[in-house]
T-cell receptor, first 109, second 115 residues
Framework: GQSLEQPSEVTAVEGAIVQINCTYQTSGFYGLSWYQQHDGGAPTFLSYNGLDGLEETGRFSSFLSRSDSYGYLLLQELQMKDSASYFCAVRYSNYQLIWGAGTKLIIKP | EPEVTQTPSHQVTQMGQEVILRCVPISNHLYFYWYRQILGQKVEFLVSFYNNEISEKSEIFDDQFSVERPDGSNFTLKIRSTKLEDSAMYFC?????????????FGPGTRLTVL
């Protein structure tokens, strides 16, 4: 079967840095995406890694190691508005994304 | 900024009834998707649609489900005979051809409640 593992919840302090890990076991792999979802909202795209290494977009960075079937999302200079759930999703085939269960990020002042 | 829209925002129906969920993807997008998310759980892929046909579907997308693009703007998901377990948030998403697989734009969702 296909599986993605990520922590269910992470707590951090405003202004700090937090890393959300994702490990995956899928029979197909084209790349790893990260999406943010606020309570009651729609997922919004954050980043995509098709190759090993680090991708940086503003305060957010994402890393992929295909040999380790592992990736992470790094959020810097945390703001209260970053409180949300973060999902890793494997591009499993040409069209299909398989999603992790999500990590709820709680930010404390 | 262009966005994906979905109607209705909330649909309540009786078990066994048919429902149609509607989506208007971003106008220059070519690939369309339906996902569902049961409350508090992960997002699950249902189906992808390109060039007026289904390109891929998951095991969830059984004979009770169908999709259609009846005109140049709408993209619909039909559930023929709803079951209690179909209660979920249904998201439509779309992408452009050049970044089809990497950045999907999601609509606000339709919350389906089956009684």
């Amino acid at each position: 079967g296909q599986s993605l593992e990520q922590p269910s919840e992470v707590t951090a302090v405003e202004g700090a840095i937090v890393q959300i890990n994702c490990t995956y076991q899928t029979s197909g792999f084209y790349g790893l995406s990260w999406y943010q979802q606020h309570d009651g909202g729609a997922p919004t795209f954050l980043s995509y890694n098709g190759l090993d290494g680090l991708e940086e977009t503003g305060r957010f960075s994402s890393f992929l190691s295909r040999s380790d079937s592992y990736g992470y999302l790094l959020l810097q200079e945390l703001q209260m508005k970053d409180s949300a759930s973060y999902f890793c999703a494997v591009r499993y085939s040409n069209y299909q994304l398989i999603w992790g269960a999500g990590t709820k990020l709680i930010i404390k002042p | 900024e262009p966005e994906v829209t979905q109607t209705p925002s909330h649909q309540v129906t009786q078990m066994g009834q048919e429902v149609i969920l509607r989506c208007v993807p971003i106008s220059n997008h070519l690939y369309f998707y339906w996902y569902r998310q049961i409350l508090g759980q992960k997002v699950e892929f249902l189906v992808s649609f390109y060039n007026n046909e289904i390109s891929e579907k998951s095991e969830i997308f059984d004979d009770q489900f169908s999709v259609e693009r009846p005109d140049g703007s709408n993209f619909t998901l039909k559930i023929r005979s709803t079951k209690l377990e179909d209660s979920a948030m249904y998201f439509c998403a779309s992408t452009t051809g050049d970044r089809a697989y990497n950045e999907q734009f999601f609509g606000p969702g339709t919350r389906l409640t089956v009684l």
